[in-house]
């Protein structure tokens, strides 16, 4: 038999769910989610054995505090601001470290590591610090700089540094115009360390 309470109870929850729609429990998702597509890769299938290649561990470059965030950074003389409703899908250091890897393996045939699948054979050692990685506010154009360090072999006392850096013009600065001119920078510093690297 159904109660008065139960009737009341009923009647508080079909009178909530309209509200439903209106509570949020974090932030208003971002209207382009960007990432990086690397334009040389492995085929599908290709086997690597570092018995019969060299190995290169690559690291996660170091980022500043402006790019330490999912946002895409414009500056405009010394003011830093956000691109309005874009948002990288993860860290852009680590996608920016997984496009290098793959252009790497992709031109040079070296086996490439993570720094957990290094500790046997880590062979070379790239790492960095990803200074530009959004865009330039005073001159429209997409800016990529890495500064790269290099130790080619066992020898830790020789290390190679090498400043890299590619500019795409950007017409006008929007959520859905950036990440193909991100992009295209982005693969031109991969390939460009990648034939500093070499085979």
Not at 13 to 18: E, I, R, S
Not at 43 to 62: E, L
Not at 122 to 130: N, S
Request: with cysteine; proline share 6%.
């Amino acid at each position: 038999m159904m109660t008065r309470s139960f009737f009341r109870s009923r009647g508080l929850l079909l009178a909530a769910l309209p509200l439903a729609g209106c509570i949020s429990f974090g932030g208003k998702p971002p209207k382009v989610l960007l990432t990086l597509d690397a334009t040389a890769t492995l085929p599908v299938g290709s086997t690597q054995n570092s018995a019969a290649a060299k190995t290169i561990t690559i690291q996660v470059p170091v980022v500043p505090q402006s790019l330490a965030v999912a946002r895409v950074p414009v500056q405009t003389g010394d003011q830093v601001a956000y691109v309005v409703g874009a948002a990288w899908v993860e860290a852009p250091q680590r996608l920016f470290a997984r496009l290098t890897s793959d252009t790497i393996a992709a031109k040079t045939g070296r086996v490439v590591l993570t720094p957990a699948q290094s500790f046997s054979d880590p062979g070379a050692q790239l790492a960095g610090e990803l200074r530009n990685f959004g865009i330039d506010g005073d001159r429209h154009e997409a800016v990529v700089t890495y500064d790269a360090t290099l130790i080619r072999g066992a020898d830790h006392s020789k290390v190679e540094k090498k400043r890299f850096e590619a500019r795409v013009p950007v017409a006008t600065v929007t959520a859905e115009s950036i990440g193909p001119a991100i992009n295209q920078a982005a693969n031109q510093v991969a390939g460009e360390v990648a034939d500093w690297v070499g085979a």
